[in-house]
C-alpha cells in the first residue's frame, strides 16, 4: 500500500498512513502577499496547488513547436519566453515527477507522469492521467506515442480527437485549431507533487503522523491519543515513521499518501471509548460525501487498535492501525 498519513483538527502542540489535524478558525497562520503588474498571469501556475516551472510553448497560431525530441526534453530552440509567447520555444530540461500540458487560457489542461507520456511506445492505447479539467481522479485517455510518428507523442484530456489535443510536436498542422483558438500550448514541470491531502474537505489540515509504505504499522502505542513523539518529523512522503504530540484534536484526517482512500471521523468516535466491530461515525470520505457509519475496533486490550477504515473493518480500505503490527497492510 500507499504510505498513510495522519491530520488533525484544531491540535495543540506539535502517516503507512498519515496523520493531520485541522487549525481552528480563530487562530492565524502565514500569508504572502504581491502585487500584480500589468503582464498577464499565467493561469496554469497555480493548477494543482501549483510548483510548475514553465519549459515548452506553442504559440497561438501556425504548427506545432519545431522539436522531434519525443517530449525527453532533450530539445533546446529559440528565445525562452513566457506562456503568452508569439513564438515556438523550449528549454531542455531532466527527470521531472510529473508534467502539466495546459492550453494558454488553460480551459484544458492535465497531469501527467512522464512514463505515462513517453515511457514506451503505444498506439491509441490507454495512459494514466493523475488529473485535469475534466477530471479531479486519476483516470486513462487512449493516446500515441508510435516510433515512425515524429509527431507524437500526442496528449489529450479525452481519448485522442483534435477538441482536446494539448501535445503535439515535429512541426505537424495536424490537431493545431484547438491551441490556436486558447493562445497556444504549454507544457510545465515539477520535480515533487503536492500532498493531495492538505485540500480535502477544505484544507487547513496539519499533518502529525506519517507511516511509511512499507513494513508494519508505525511503532508507538498511544491509542491516537497523540502522547507519543518518535522519529524525525518529516512529511508525507518521508521514507520513515514518524509522529509528534498533539492536544484537543477535533477531527482526524485519516489517508493514503496517494489520496486514494481517505475518511474524517470526529475524535471521540476515534477513541472516546472502547469497541469492538461497532459502528461508528465518519464526517465524509473518498467514498461518501455525507456522513455514515462503519465498523471499527477499539478494544483495551489490543495494543494495535484502535483499526480505523474506510468501510466496514477490511484491509482493502485500512487506513490506520499503530504498535507496530504487520496485519492489515495491503
Not at 501549483?50 to 532533450?74: A, C, E, I, K
Not at 485535469?132 to 486513462?140: G, I, M, N, T, V
Not at 508505525?218 to 518518535?230: C, F, H, I, Q, V
Not at 480500505?317 to 492489515?328: C, D, K, P, R
Amino acid at each position: 500500500a500507499p504510505g498513510f498519513a495522519l491530520f488533525a483538527s484544531a491540535l495543540g502542540g506539535g502517516d503507512s498512513f498519515f496523520g493531520w489535524k485541522r487549525r481552528g478558525r480563530g487562530e492565524s497562520g502565514l500569508a504572502d502577499r504581491s502585487l500584480r503588474g500589468k503582464e498577464v498571469e499565467d493561469c496554469a501556475t497555480s493548477i494543482d496547488s501549483g510548483g510548475w516551472t514553465l519549459v515548452r510553448h506553442s504559440p497561438g497560431s501556425g504548427h506545432w513547436g519545431p522539436w522531434d525530441d519525443n517530449l525527453m526534453g532533450t530539445a533546446s530552440y529559440g528565445v525562452p519566453g513566457d506562456h503568452s509567447s508569439q513564438h515556438d520555444w523550449t528549454v531542455s530540461w531532466k527527470h521531472p515527477k510529473q508534467m502539466l500540458f495546459a492550453l494558454g487560457d488553460c480551459s484544458q489542461w492535465l497531469i501527467a507522469e512522464p512514463n505515462e507520456v513517453n515511457g514506451d511506445e503505444y498506439e491509441n492505447a490507454m495512459r494514466w492521467i493523475v488529473k485535469s479539467s475534466a477530471h479531479e481522479s486519476p483516470y486513462q485517455a487512449k493516446w500515441y506515442n508510435r516510433a515512425a510518428n515524429y509527431e507524437d507523442p500526442w496528449v489529450s484530456v479525452h481519448d485522442h480527437s483534435p477538441t482536446s489535443v494539448l501535445y503535439g510536436e515535429a512541426g505537424t498542422y495536424w490537431n493545431t485549431a484547438l491551441k490556436n483558438q486558447h493562445g497556444g500550448a504549454n507544457v510545465y514541470i515539477r520535480n515533487s507533487a503536492p500532498d493531495c491531502a492538505l485540500s480535502i474537505d477544505g484544507g487547513n489540515w496539519t499533518l502529525v503522523r506519517h507511516t511509511k509504505g512499507f513494513g508494519g504499522w508505525g511503532p508507538w502505542e498511544d491509542n491516537l491519543m497523540g502522547s507519543a513523539s518518535y522519529g524525525t518529523p518529516g512529511n508525507w512522503s518521508s521514507p520513515h515513521d514518524w509522529t509528534v504530540p498533539w492536544t484537543q484534536a477535533t477531527e482526524f484526517l485519516f489517508s493514503y499518501v496517494d489520496c486514494s482512500q481517505w475518511l474524517i471521523a470526529k475524535q471521540t468516535e476515534v477513541n472516546g471509548e472502547n469497541y469492538a466491530f461497532a459502528a461508528r461515525w465518519v464526517v465524509r470520505s473518498s467514498a461518501y460525501d455525507a456522513p455514515y457509519q462503519a465498523k471499527w475496533f477499539n478494544r483495551e486490550r489490543n495494543a494495535e487498535d484502535p483499526w480505523v477504515s474506510v468501510h466496514d473493518h477490511d484491509p482493502k480500505s485500512m487506513l490506520y492501525g499503530e504498535a507496530g503490527t504487520t496485519w492489515h497492510m495491503l
